[in-house]
């Protein structure tokens, strides 16, 4: 007999295999493993896992009680909410009128907002004539009470002249004899207690002080002069201080100011249309002294003349520049004029000293 034929490779292999996934299927399985794992092992696995369904049994209560408790926590939150905060603004809703009864459904429903639109349009319109009406009815009150004012200050002011001016108290109508029986009528002399002389001259005293103010803020001779009429009134002789004190304050405020810009040129396109001029370094000096006799140009174009004449050749220059100091309306016109001329003479004077001016000029003429 012959011998039997080995076995192929692949056979072989084919059966390692098997081997192999059979043996760890059996350490896998769990009947293997529980036989033959000892019996202590297995006593402490199921109390571990007596353990842990105990664990998860007591979280499961604690979480299904916090879950309640958070619930009636917001039910109760929103309850009083409802009732504290919406149901008030509820209750105090108007409600809403009911729509007419049309025939067609459709159009009814863009009439409330429509509706309301217009009324706000007809209270805005309503609002904005009653602030009209009330601001005409302060300009009325404002209007009234400025002439109430204005009329107030005359008759104090024409009260205050009589006062002050026995010339101006009228005569009695019948003349004064002194034979008896004869009708003789008293001297009607207006008698003022001391408390409304105070009263008067208060008022005087502040009048004086709004010429002053005057002078400062415009710049105008005008009041200027004014408190120089008070300075030299021999029937207010109570005032003499009052009005020095005021046109220094006056005198010395419009010293300091300055008014004019330093950039300012002549526009002697303006002045000079006629004229082939273009700029103000080809003005002759005869047409500067007119122009600063001239009181209709600006005061600054003024400013600004007095300021070229430093070089003027013209004999009659000081005399013009004297002249704008005494009579021009405007004070910072008069300030440089003086300007001026101190540069030209080279001497020095008091701000708007007219007589010590007018004293050297005569000097001169001499």
């Known amino acids: 007999m012959s011998a039997p034929l080995p076995p192929t490779s692949s056979s072989a292999t084919d059966t390692e295999d098997d081997e192999e996934s059979a043996l760890l299927f059996a350490r896998c399985s769990p009947a293997q493993t529980d036989a033959a794992a000892p019996k202590s092992s297995t006593s402490g696995v199921q109390k571990e896992n007596l353990r842990r369904s105990h664990l998860t049994y007591r979280h499961l209560i604690i979480s299904l009680s916090t879950s309640l408790l958070i619930g009636l926590l917001l039910l109760f939150v929103g309850r009083w909410f409802y009732l504290e905060k919406i149901e008030p603004r509820l209750s105090t809703t108007p409600a809403p009128a009911p729509a007419a009864v049309s025939t067609t459904a459709a159009p009814a429903a863009p009439a409330a907002p429509a509706s309301s639109d217009v009324a706000l349009r007809d209270e805005l319109a309503k609002s904005t004539e009653q602030i009209a009406a009330l601001e005409k009815q302060v300009d009325v009150m404002r209007r009234e009470q400025l002439l109430m004012q204005q009329n107030t200050r005359e008759s104090l002011e024409s009260i205050s002249a009589t006062l002050k001016i026995p010339e101006l108290v009228p005569a009695p109508d019948a003349s ?54 008070y300075m030299r009134d021999p029937q207010l002789p109570h005032l003499h201080d009052a009005a020095q004190a005021e046109f220094m304050r006056a005198i010395r ?22 004229s082939s001029i273009r700029d103000e370094a080809d003005v002759t000096p005869a047409a500067l002294l007119k122009l600063l006799a001239d009181y209709k140009t600006s005061w600054e174009v003024r400013v600004r003349v007095c ?56 000097s001169q003429g001499k």
Request: glycine fraction near 4%.
């Open 307 to 362: 300021f070229l004449l430093l070089g003027s050749p013209l004999p009659e220059t000081n005399a013009q520049l004297i002249k704008a100091i005494k009579e021009d309306p405007s004070l910072d016109v008069a300030k440089h004029a003086q300007l001026a001329l101190e540069q030209r003479i080279k001497k020095r004077f008091r701000i708007f000293d007219i007589p010590a001016i007018e004293e050297w000029f005569q």
């Open 176 to 229: 004064v004899t002194s034979q008896p029986g004869t009708p003789r009528m008293a001297d009607m002399r207006p008698q003022v207690t001391p408390t409304q002389q105070e009263f008067l001259q208060l008022k005087e005293r502040n009048r004086l002080t709004q010429y002053a103010d005057e002078a400062i803020a415009t710049g105008m001779r005008r009041p200027i002069e004014v408190l120089v009429e």
């Open 253 to 274: 405020s419009v010293q300091l100011l300055q008014r004019e810009d330093p950039g300012f040129r002549l526009p002697v396109a303006e002045l000079f249309k006629d």
